[in-house]
């Protein structure tokens, strides 16, 4: 029994962190994807975008601590455009309000799973969660 309770404690401990993570990036994905539907509509705002991720994920983190990105992804429609290199944070921002139709836009959800993290971070350290959802706009 000394020796099997510590070893089982710290596997259920890491399997209950890898658990959350993974809830995690499942709430910013369905975050990003029903506040980028949002967006895609006529007459929505960028700020109209980020209030309703952040009304998502609120219900399993502090809004505070992730950071929505709302960008223009015209770039994307570029043939011969190489995706593997793009920075999302360095794409520009867009305005819903004034996008044009059919023009591509990029919703991504970032959060350091330090900030997060059920346990002091021990399995999972340093890293960035995101959730992503690209829409054309009507």
Known sequence: MAVVLPVFGIFMAGLMEVGHAYMVMQVLNSAAKQSARLGAVEGKTTSDVMQKAESIFSAAFNPVQATVYVKDGSTFDTPGFDASSVSYTGLPDIEL??????????????????????????????????????????
């Not at 959800?109 to 992503?132: A, C, H, M, Q, R």
């Open 97 to 138: 309000s004034e996008a044009e139709p059919q023009q591509l836009f990029i919703v991504r959800l970032e959060v350091n799973y330090d900030d997060v993290s059920l346990l002091p971070p021990f399995w999972i350290k340093n890293i960035t969660l995101s959730g992503l959802s690209v829409m054309r706009h009507e």
